[in-house]
């Protein structure tokens, strides 16, 4: 039989159903509209991404939200949500627009960063926002801090509560009151680039 169904909409709005862990680049280029995928999906899903929603309800593969080759921006608009675990590199080279994991990230979230958001509600995994010159990666859960970050404060971020606020609402995203009124540790860096990027990580104290 057929690996998947496909559906469109007048719309604008397309829904995938069935596993499509072995389709690479799902939703590549996208500018406007919304994909919904009812599985998982491949490596570089969203990758250069401009606008619209991609919504995948399973994991997703390495680099989502990612750059083409070489290209120097990823991700510049949109918003991309991923409902379980992802691979390595999400956002990477990421310029604008958010990126969404409810599961664990493999690795390197967000490396490269020029700008956007990257919000983990799972771990993070190894080397989180590396050479990062600008940008937020929030993380709810286990976030090794890079060794060319520091640590700025500890405080409510009002921006953030309202991102988390509208992922519930729009999407049915279920998060937790503790992440949305609590207290986040910021640390800046990559100090080893130009510094001005965040790592928010989400503390019960």
Same mark, same amino acid.
């Given at each position: 039989?057929?690996?998947?169904?496909?559906?469109?909409?007048?719309?604008?709005?397309?829904?995938?159903?069935?596993?499509?862990?072995? #389709?690479?680049?799902? %939703?590549? +280029?996208?500018?406007? =509209?919304? *994909? &919904? $995928?009812? !599985?998982?999906? @491949?490596?570089?899903? /969203?990758?250069?991404?401009?606008?619209?929603?991609?919504?995948?309800?399973?994991?997703?593969?390495?680099?989502?939200?990612?750059?083409?080759?070489d290209a120097r921006r990823g991700m510049c608009?949109?918003?991309?949500?991923?409902?379980?675990?992802?691979?390595?590199?999400?956002?990477?080279?990421?310029?604008?627009?958010?990126?969404?994991?409810?599961?664990?990230? #493999?690795?390197?979230? %967000?490396? +490269?960063?020029?700008? =956007?958001? *990257? &919000? $983990?509600? !799972?771990?993070? @995994?190894?080397?989180? /926002?590396?050479?990062?010159?600008?940008?937020?990666?929030?993380?709810?859960?286990?976030?090794?801090i890079p060794p060319t970050y520091r640590y700025?404060?500890?405080?409510?971020?009002?921006?953030?509560?309202?991102t988390l606020l509208r992922l519930r609402k729009?999407?049915?995203?279920?998060?937790?009151?503790?992440?949305?009124?609590?207290?986040?540790?910021?640390?800046?860096?990559?100090?080893?680039?130009? +510094?001005?990027?965040?790592?928010?990580?989400?503390?019960?104290?």
């Amino acid at each position: 039989g057929d690996l998947f169904e496909v559906a469109g909409a007048p719309a604008g709005r397309i829904r995938f159903e069935g596993d499509l862990g072995r #389709a690479d680049r799902l %939703g590549a +280029g996208l500018a406007e =509209g919304e *994909v &919904v $995928v009812e !599985g998982s999906v @491949g490596d570089e899903t /969203g990758i250069g991404m401009s606008g619209g929603v991609i919504d995948v309800r399973g994991d997703a593969g390495a680099r989502a939200g990612g750059a083409e080759g070489d290209a120097r921006r990823g991700m510049c608009g949109g918003e991309l949500l991923v409902r379980g675990r992802a691979g390595a590199g999400p956002g990477t080279r990421m310029r604008r627009g958010l990126l969404v994991v409810a599961g664990d990230v #493999a690795s390197h979230a %967000g490396p +490269g960063m020029i700008a =956007g958001t *990257v &919000v $983990v509600f !799972g771990g993070t @995994g190894a080397a989180p /926002g590396r050479w990062s010159k600008r940008g937020s990666i929030v993380a709810m859960g286990l976030v090794p801090i890079p060794p060319t970050y520091r640590y700025a404060c500890t405080y409510r971020p009002d921006h953030l509560r309202l991102t988390l606020l509208r992922l519930r609402k729009r999407y049915q995203l279920a998060v937790d009151e503790r992440y949305v009124s609590g207290f986040y540790r910021r640390y800046s860096g990559d100090l080893a680039d130009l +510094g001005r990027g965040e790592i928010l990580a989400w503390t019960p104290d």
